[in-house]
């Protein structure tokens, strides 16, 4: 039972362009999200976070969106960069404290054409 | 600061034999965790470990085992691996159990003939 879902395997941009990125989850004890990046051969990349205590968090051009009714958040990237290209992953977490105990959606691959 | 390094990046075993991972977290950092990256799982969590303590342990099993030097260092090692053990093995720091946000190491790609 997948508890963070990402519906779209891959996403598909032109360069400063807006991309969106979507997260879903199940569990309703999760309330702290995080996007990651990942290029191939590296580690995730921390980029932005949020706690259930918001809706909103901007960090330059990236942007999540939470809404906890629908279980639902997102990453908005914009203007999109070719050098955003990547796999994006979100993750959740059952309380702020317990970042330890991650659970990773299957994560979204952006591609941003020049 | 240097980041989280892990050792060796790429390591091939065979069927039944064991393997040992290393992970040097951020300087300061006391808290290590560990997950595996497969192609059909995703990302999973395998264990923490803090002040050389398991505090948390994901659902794996047992032949997966880790621990903590009292530098922070850590360390995983599967025994009797299995084909379905080739994965990325990724372990990520944290300075303690209040900071949120967790630094991962390059991985080490491990491959089971």
């Known amino acids: 039972d997948q508890q963070v879902k990402q519906n779209s395997p891959s996403l598909s941009v032109q360069e400063g362009r807006i991309s969106i990125l979507n997260c879903d989850y199940t569990?309703?004890?999760?309330?702290?999200f995080l996007w990651y990046k990942k290029y191939p051969a590296e580690g995730p990349t921390f980029l932005i976070s949020?706690?259930?205590?918001?809706d909103k968090n901007e960090d330059g051009r990236f942007t999540v969106f939470l809404n906890k009714s629908a279980k639902h958040l997102s990453l908005h990237i914009v203007p999109s960069q070719p050098g955003d290209s990547a796999v994006y992953f979100c993750?959740?977490?059952?309380?702020?404290?317990?970042?330890?105990?991650?659970?990773f959606g299957g994560g979204t691959r952006l591609m941003v054409k020049p | 600061k240097a980041g989280v390094t892990q050792t060796p990046r790429y390591l091939i075993k065979t069927r039944g034999q064991q393997v040992t991972l290393s992970c040097s977290p951020i300087?300061?950092?006391?808290?290590v965790s560990w997950y595996q990256q497969t192609p059909g799982q995703g990302l999973q969590f395998l264990f923490e470990?803090?002040?050389?303590?398991?505090?948390n342990k994901g659902n794996f099993p047992g032949r997966f085992s880790g621990r903590q030097f009292s530098n922070s260092r850590s360390e995983m090692n599967v025994s009797t691996l299995e084909l379905g053990d080739s994965a990325l093995y990724l372990c990520?720091?944290?300075?303690?159990?209040?900071?949120?946000?967790?630094?991962f190491g390059p991985g080490t790609r491990l491959l089971v003939l």
């Open positions: 990520a720091s944290r300075r303690s159990s209040s900071q949120e946000t967790q630094y």
């Open positions: 569990n309703s004890m999760f309330d702290y």
């Open positions: 949020i706690s259930s205590i918001k």
């Open positions: 993750a959740a977490s059952p309380q702020m404290n317990a970042g330890n105990m991650l659970t």
């Open positions: 300087s300061g950092h006391r808290s």
């Open positions: 470990y803090f002040s050389e303590t398991q505090r």
